[in-house]
């Protein structure tokens, strides 16, 4: 069992910055990925950027150049920096735990809500 704690979301104006952050714990081993997926209402839930125990990251093309994922692994807490936020950026957040290799399993947070204000 891997449980998620999410916290860092919230009403901002179009413009500014947020930051969100994730923190595990339970069954946390390597090789893992965690990242942040967003669900906008009668959307589906979409990548938005994820980070390997050793670092790779994946961004989707809507935030690259705004968003920053990061990684502490003493910690097991991934961290999201939005800047330059847009009204297409309200979403409800997702953070997302997931272990590859010869065993695999995948866990989701809560869900944060980001709101962007026009």
């Known amino acids: 069992q891997v449980q998620l704690v999410e916290s860092g979301g919230g009403l901002v104006q179009a413009g500014g910055s947020l930051r969100l952050s994730c923190a595990a714990s339970?069954?946390?081993?390597?090789?893992?990925?965690m990242g942040w997926y967003r669900q906008a209402p009668g959307k589906q839930r979409d990548l938005v950027a994820s980070?390997?125990?050793?670092?790779?990251?994946n961004y989707a093309d809507s935030v690259k150049g705004r968003f920053t994922i990061s990684r502490d692994n003493a910690k097991n807490t991934v961290y999201l920096q939005m800047n330059s936020l847009k009204a297409e950026d309200t979403a409800v957040y997702y953070c997302?735990?997931?272990?590859?290799?010869?065993?695999?399993?995948?866990?989701w947070g809560q869900g944060t809500q980001v709101t962007v204000s026009s």
């Open positions: 980070i390997t125990t050793g670092g790779s990251t």
């Open positions: 997302n735990f997931k272990r590859f290799g010869s065993i695999r399993y995948d866990y």
């Open positions: 339970g069954s946390i081993f390597s090789p893992n990925a």
